[in-house]
C-alpha cells in the first residue's frame, strides 16, 4: 500500500484519501479506455476494417496485434467487453497499480498472438475480450501468488463476477476467438508471475504469542486470537483396533517341489 506502517494499515483520513484517489484513478483510466473503443466503433461503420483485424497465420494479419483489441464486431460484442473491462480493469487497478501498468503490453500482445497462432489460417479477429481475460487470470493469480487479505478478496469478487473465464478459454461457441482469450489468459498468468511483488504487500498484523518477548498490553486484546498451543482439542480420535493384519504364506521358490 502507499503508506507504510509497521502495523496493520490505520483508518486515517490519509489512508482513506489514498485509497480513494487510487480507485479513481483506475476508474477514469477503465472509462476513458471504454470511450476510446466508443469512438472507434462509430468509426468503424460503412469502412473495411479487416485489414486491422488479426489474421491467423498471414504476414499482414501482425498488424491487428496493435490494432485488433480496438475493433468490435456488433454493439453487442463492444458493450458486453466495455462492461468487462470496466469492472476488471477498475479492481485491478486499484490494487495492483504498478503490475497492471507492466501488464497491460503483455495482455495486448498475448491476446493477437493467441488469435495468430492457434486461430483457422485466414480467419479475422478482433476485439478486446482477450484483454478482459488477461485482467481477470492478473487479479485471480496474483491473489494465489500473493495470500495477502487484499488480494485475496480481489481474486474472490473477480472470480464471483468472471469466473466463468476460466472455460471460455477452450473452444465453446462458434464464432467467439477463444484463441485470443487463451492468449489473453496465459499473458495474465505471466504478468502475475513476474509482477508479483510489484506492488508492496501490506503488513500483516503479528499477535502477542507471535512476538518475542514480553509483548506491549494490546487495546483489542479481547479481540486477539489465542496461540496455537493453548486451543483446547474438542475430540480425540479414539484409540481402537482398526483392523486385522492377514498373514499370508511366503512365496514358494520356483524351483521347489510342490506338496501333495
Do not use: C
Request: hydrophobic share 45%.
Amino acid at each position: 500500500m502507499d503508506l507504510r506502517t509497521p502495523e496493520d494499515l490505520p483508518d486515517t483520513p490519509a489512508q482513506r484519501a489514498t485509497d480513494r484517489r487510487r480507485l479513481l484513478r483506475a476508474l477514469n483510466f477503465s472509462l476513458a479506455f471504454v470511450l476510446v473503443l466508443a469512438a472507434v466503433f462509430a468509426l468503424q461503420q460503412g469502412e473495411d476494417y479487416r485489414p486491422l483485424t488479426v489474421t491467423a497465420l498471414s504476414a499482414q494479419g501482425l498488424w491487428g496485434l496493435l490494432t485488433a483489441p480496438l475493433l468490435h464486431g456488433s454493439v453487442e460484442h463492444i458493450a458486453a467487453n466495455a462492461a468487462s473491462l470496466l469492472l476488471l480493469g477498475t479492481l485491478a487497478g486499484s490494487v495492483y497499480p504498478r503490475a497492471t501498468v507492466r501488464a497491460l503490453p503483455i495482455l495486448w500482445l498475448g491476446s493477437g498472438l493467441g488469435a495468430w497462432l492457434l486461430g483457422e489460417p485466414g480467419s479475422h479477429h478482433l476485439g478486446a475480450s482477450g484483454l478482459t481475460h488477461g485482467l481477470m487470470f492478473l487479479v485471480f493469480m496474483l491473489g494465489l501468488l500473493r495470500r495477502d487479505r487484499p488480494s485475496i478478496a480481489a481474486a474472490m469478487i473477480a472470480f464471483f463476477l468472471y469466473g466463468g473465464m476460466l472455460l471460455t478459454v477452450l473452444p465453446q461457441e462458434p464464432g467467439v476467438s477463444w484463441q485470443s482469450h487463451l492468449g489473453g489468459a496465459a499473458g495474465g498468468v505471466l504478468s502475475a508471475i513476474l509482477f508479483r511483488y510489484l506492488d508492496p504487500i501490506p503488513p500483516r498484523k503479528q499477535y502477542s504469542w507471535e512476538l518475542d518477548g514480553d509483548a506491549p498490553p494490546d487495546d483489542d486484546a479481547e479481540l486477539e486470537l489465542p496461540a496455537p498451543t493453548v486451543v483446547p482439542v474438542l475430540w480425540h480420535r479414539p484409540q481402537e483396533e482398526r483392523g486385522v493384519v492377514l498373514q499370508f504364506p511366503p512365496r514358494r521358490p520356483p524351483d521347489a517341489p510342490e506338496s501333495h
